[in-house]
C-alpha cells in the first residue's frame, strides 16, 4: 500500500461560505479544499499526495492537448446519519478505470492507489459534504497524457488527479428525450466502452440540438444499423414493460459498463424484479409504448441516480411514457439505491466503503 503525502492548505475556504454554499450547491459549479495526485514516469507511479486544490501548470506542448489521451471516473460520497462519511463502490470505478485506460494506452493506476486517493483526500474534506435531499459529493478522478511532446506516439508521462464538488440534484423533474438518428455516440472497435472525454465531446452537438428541440438529452443508436437502442448522452437507458419485467441494451464495446447500471440490476433481482438484457429497436419500442407495453423508462447513472422519461420525440413524432410521471418501479429502483448509499438502508453487498 502506498504513501501519501499531506499537504496542508493553509488558506482553506471558510466555514461560514461552505456552509452557506451547501444550502443549495450546484452541479459541477465548486470544488472543495484539496485534491489529490500520482505522477507516473519512467514505468512508476510515484510522488502519491494530497495537496490543496489549484491550478495545473502545463506546457502547451503537453500530450493530452493535442491527441486526447485522458480519461476520468464519476462516483459519489455521502454522510450518513451518524456522521461517518462513506463513498459508494469506488472498487469498481478502479477497474472501469484501469480498462479506460488501456484503451487509450494510458498506464492503468492500481486499484489501492485509485481508491487511497479518493479516501484520504476525502477525510480532510468532510465538511463539504451535503446532507440535503439529492445532495452528495461528487468525486471526480482523472488522468491525463503529461509528457511535453507533440508527436504522434502514447505518452511515457502521466498525471492522476481526484477532485471533489458538492452537488444538489443533475436532473430536475421528468425528462424528454430526443431520440438521435443522425449522430452517433460510439462504433464498434472504437472506445464507446472506454470513459473518456472524446466520447462526451462527441455527444455535445447532438445534446444542444436536442435542447433547441425542447429536450432535455439525447438517446442514442447502435452505429452498425441506426436500429437499436444504446445509451444516453452520458446515462444508461432502461425501459420496464407493462408485466413489471425490466429490459435494458446488452453490454457492449460502444457502451460503457455503467456502475449504477450494476446497482440497479442487482437491486432488482434482489427485489424479484425479473431482468432481461437484449437488443432493443427503437421502432418496437416506440410502438409498445404506444401500445402500453412499455410502461417506464429511465435513464440511470452517477450524476442523476434514476431520471424518469416522460416523453420521447423525433423527427417527425412524440410519444409520452406511460402516463409521463415517475413511474412506480423507476421510482421504487431509485428510493432502494438513494437509501443504501445514504445508509438508510441494508448494504447487503457491501458497496459502501466507509471513510476514516
Not at 502514447?154 to 436532473?171: H, K, N, Q, T
Not at 425528462?175 to 460510439?186: D, P, S
Not at 462527441?202 to 441506426?226: F, I, N, P, Q, R
Request: proline share 4%; net charge positive.
Amino acid at each position: 500500500m502506498s504513501t501519501f503525502k499531506t499537504i496542508k492548505n493553509n488558506k482553506p475556504v471558510s466555514d461560514s461560505i461552505v456552509k452557506s454554499y451547501l444550502k443549495n450547491p450546484k452541479f459541477g459549479e465548486r470544488c472543495t479544499d484539496y485534491m489529490a495526485h500520482i505522477h507516473y514516469q519512467n514505468g512508476k507511479w510515484t510522488n502519491h499526495e494530497i495537496i490543496p486544490y489549484q491550478n495545473l501548470s502545463l506546457p502547451p506542448s503537453t500530450s493530452v492537448f493535442h491527441y486526447g489521451q485522458e480519461i476520468f471516473e464519476g462516483l459519489k460520497a455521502y454522510k450518513w446519519a451518524n456522521g461517518v462519511a462513506h463513498v459508494f463502490r469506488p472498487g469498481e470505478n478502479a477497474e472501469r478505470f484501469q480498462k479506460s485506460a488501456t484503451r487509450v494506452a494510458l498506464p492503468p493506476l492500481p486499484v489501492n492507489d485509485f481508491v487511497d486517493a479518493i479516501t484520504k483526500a476525502l477525510s480532510l474534506d468532510q465538511r463539504w459534504i451535503p446532507t440535503g435531499e439529492n445532495m452528495s459529493l461528487y468525486i471526480r478522478p482523472f488522468m491525463i497524457a503529461t509528457e511535453a511532446f507533440i508527436g504522434l506516439r502514447a505518452a511515457e508521462v502521466a498525471d492522476f488527479y481526484v477532485i471533489f464538488s458538492p452537488v444538489g440534484a443533475y436532473v430536475e423533474g421528468v425528462a424528454k428525450i430526443w431520440l438521435e438518428t443522425k449522430y452517433f455516440r460510439a462504433t464498434p472497435g472504437g472506445t464507446g466502452a472506454a470513459k473518456c472525454g472524446g466520447n462526451y465531446a462527441a455527444s455535445l452537438l447532438a445534446k444542444m440540438l436536442a435542447h433547441e428541440k425542447g429536450c432535455t438529452d439525447s438517446l442514442y443508436l447502435d452505429a452498425k444499423t441506426a436500429k437499436y437502442i444504446e445509451e444516453f448522452s452520458g446515462m444508461s437507458f432502461f425501459a420496464v414493460q407493462s408485466d413489471g419485467t425490466l429490459i435494458s441494451p446488452k453490454i457492449s464495446d460502444t457502451i460503457l459498463d455503467s456502475i449504477t447500471r450494476k446497482s440497479i440490476i442487482q437491486i432488482a433481482k434482489d427485489n424479484k424484479i425479473k431482468f432481461v438484457e437484449k437488443d432493443i429497436d427503437y421502432k418496437k419500442l416506440l410502438a409498445d409504448i404506444k401500445s402500453k407495453k412499455i410502461a417506464e423508462v429511465f435513464a440511470c447513472g452517477t450524476a442523476a441516480v434514476v431520471s424518469p422519461v416522460g416523453v420521447i420525440k423525433g423527427e417527425g413524432f412524440e410519444v409520452t411514457v406511460g402516463d409521463g410521471k415517475f413511474g412506480k418501479i423507476s421510482k421504487f429502483l431509485k428510493e432502494e439505491l438513494v437509501g443504501i448509499q445514504r445508509g438508510e438502508k441494508p448494504d447487503k453487498h457491501k458497496w459502501m466503503v466507509a471513510v476514516k
